[in-house]
């Protein structure tokens, strides 16, 4: 379902993150499918958080990584995301890398899903 873009080494990421992504991303495909309806059907873009967590560091800075799922029409990426908190000032430096493509999930009978190929149709 995942199309990663690298190895674990190639992306700088645990191969258990990797791992516990693709574990998340199964059971929680219905959810992504309806969010996934939602941003479709209001035109907008939009991520859920699968995972992060908050890194005290040694000199005082703060690092905040996550991996998202992100959603923009009918393409869906695996996003790690990276938010450091410079002690003593107020800067905050972001930076996000795609680490692979996500098919998004079928769900068998989706009223949505049916709704759209009859309107497709016209």
Known sequence: MIEWY????ELNVPKHDMELIEKWVEEN?????EIYH????HEMEGSKIIYGEQIEE????TRIISYEVYIIYDAAFIIRSEERQISGTNE????????????LPKVEGCKDCLNSKEQNKY
């Open 6 to 9: 690298g190895t674990p080494e």
């Open 29 to 33: 495909k219905i959810e992504l499918h």
């Open 38 to 41: 939602f941003l479709h059907d």
């Open 58 to 61: 040694a000199r005082g800075d």
């Open 92 to 103: 905050i430096v972001k930076s996000s890398t795609r680490l692979g493509s996500l098919e």
